[in-house]
């Protein structure tokens, strides 16, 4: 059964990066037609699709983040991370790592971590 | 403000039959974008109920099914549990300014 596992800071200071990482386990993460990815949950709110990265090593960001988030995978650990520059209270959240598949031109995400609360404050 | 719309609650009583919409426009599930659903307990990771509309990943029981028509979608569930009160969620894609994956805002689901 493939599990996800995000591990990293739990606090963060405004202006500064964020920075997760996920494992994966009971399954490559280079093995084809997947997008591994991120979702984040602000605290009694609902889900917001951060970006994901297809095995190829293409990525796809959210636009109004785009700008500050980068995704990348490191195949031979069996992971992959999440960077988030110049956060704000805005950012505070739980972080889910997923697997995404394909359907029509949309994504599901079958496989979730966790989550992990990140709160960016001083 | 989703660009995926759903009621915020709907509930019902044990065995009953609930529906929840979700709506979306000509650039998200109008467009034939597939829909997903996903439910989230209390406390947890959401969790994949539906899939290309209406397809159950293993796992799901057939009391859950998903539709779509038109620039909507919906999630029916029969039988109603107690064990079925969480919230629930879709998900498209939409393809306004550089395209996205989109959620819709949530609907809590009440078993009275």
């Known amino acids: 059964q493939l599990q996800l596992q995000e591990s990293g800071p739990r606090l963060v200071k405004p202006s500064e990066t964020l920075s997760l990482t996920c494992t994966v386990s009971g399954g490559s993460i280079s093995s084809g037609g997947y997008y591994w990815g991120w979702i984040r949950q602000p605290p009694g709110k609902g889900l917001e699709w951060i970006g994901s990265?297809?095995?190829?090593?293409?990525?796809y960001y959210r636009p109004s983040l785009q700008s500050r988030v980068t995704i990348s995978v490191d195949t031979s650990k069996n992971k992959f991370s999440l960077k988030m520059t110049y956060v704000t209270a805005a950012d505070t959240a739980v972080y889910y790592c997923?697997?995404?598949?394909?359907?029509?031109?949309?994504?599901?995400?079958?496989?979730w971590g966790q989550g992990t609360l990140v709160t960016v404050s001083s | 403000q989703s660009v995926l719309t759903q009621p915020p609650s709907v509930s019902g009583a044990p065995g009953q039959r609930v529906t929840i919409s979700c709506t979306g426009s000509s650039s998200s599930i109008g467009a034939g974008y597939d829909v997903q659903w996903y439910q989230q307990l209390p406390g947890a990771a959401p969790k994949l109920l539906i899939y290309?509309?209406?397809n159950r990943p293993s796992g799901i029981p057939d009391r859950f099914s998903g539709s779509k028509s038109g620039t909507s979608a919906s999630l029916a569930i029969t039988g109603l549990q107690v064990e079925d009160e969480a919230d629930y969620y879709c998900?498209?894609?939409?393809?306004?300014?550089?395209?996205?994956?989109?959620f819709g805002g949530g609907t809590k689901l009440t078993v009275l």
């Open positions: 990265i297809y095995s190829s090593g293409n990525t």
């Open positions: 998900q498209s894609y939409d393809s306004r300014l550089s395209g996205s994956e989109v």
């Open positions: 997923v697997r995404g598949g394909v359907v029509i031109a949309t994504t599901y995400f079958d496989f």
């Open positions: 290309g509309n209406s």
